[in-house]
């Protein structure tokens, strides 16, 4: 069965350096979606991706991130500046066109010391 | 926005016991509410999702009901066994194509045999 990949599984970085997390959806599907949940919290929404634009944004999702699908597989998450806060486990997900079902990433742990 | 409840945050059942996790929302205009199992480190899975045009739903032993009114909707797991110990999200979405999801903080299941 098809599934939603991730790279890294984890990334350490320094307060103040750019990072870049990678997934690559399911092959099929045309909605992308990037959540993150902090160590024992609840999934929080940042963005959804559709036909080369983002459709929704959440608060948390401000001028530091930004996405991007630079080819026709590949969907990024980049933090241009991270802050010890936004250590957290980072999912994708993505969906058929028509349906609801969102499958998620296996996830990237991000470290910011 | 959309503003999901989830209790209890934990739940310990005997083997073979029911177990039961309730969720509410905030926003009428919600529609589809899925249910997902996360196990220590990996991603969450889909176990169950109900739309609001449908008041129960069924797949062998777990069931979602849905209360449109009241604005709540449960996860119910008959006969638990001890691999359903886990963490359960539920989410709430009101938007079709790029059906943001806004998750419940969560319920950790612990079966005991």
């Known amino acids: 069965e098809p599934e939603v990949t991730q790279t890294p599984s984890h990334q350490v970085t320094q307060m103040g350096q750019e990072v870049i997390l990678r997934c690559v959806p399911i092959s099929n599907h045309l909605y992308f979606y990037w959540y993150r949940q902090i160590l024992g919290q609840k999934v929080e929404f940042l963005v959804s991706?559709?036909?080369?634009?983002?459709?929704?944004k959440s608060e948390i999702f401000d001028d530091q991130f930004s996405v991007e699908r630079p080819d026709g597989s590949n969907f990024t998450l980049k933090i241009r500046s991270t802050k010890l806060e936004d250590s957290a486990m980072y999912f994708c997900a993505s969906t058929l066109l028509g349906t609801d079902t969102q499958y998620f990433g296996p996830g990237t742990r991000l470290t910011v010391l | 926005g959309e503003n999901v409840e989830q209790h209890p945050s934990t739940l310990s059942v005997q083997e073979g016991d029911s177990a039961v996790i309730k969720c509410t929302y905030s926003?009428?205009?919600?529609?589809?509410f899925p249910w997902y199992k996360q196990e220590l480190g990996k991603r969450p899975q889909l176990i169950i999702d109900?739309?609001?045009?449908?008041g129960e739903k069924k797949d062998q032993r777990i069931a979602v009901t849905l209360n449109k009114t009241a604005k709540h909707f449960s996860l119910h797991i008959t006969e638990t066994q001890p691999e359903d110990s886990a963490v359960y999200f539920c989410a709430a979405s009101f938007q079709t194509g790029a059906n943001n999801l806004f998750f419940g903080t969560g319920t950790r299941l612990t079966v005991i045999p």
């Open positions: 926003d009428s205009a919600s529609n589809y």
């Open positions: 991706f559709y036909n080369n634009e983002i459709s929704e």
């Open positions: 109900i739309r609001s045009n449908v």
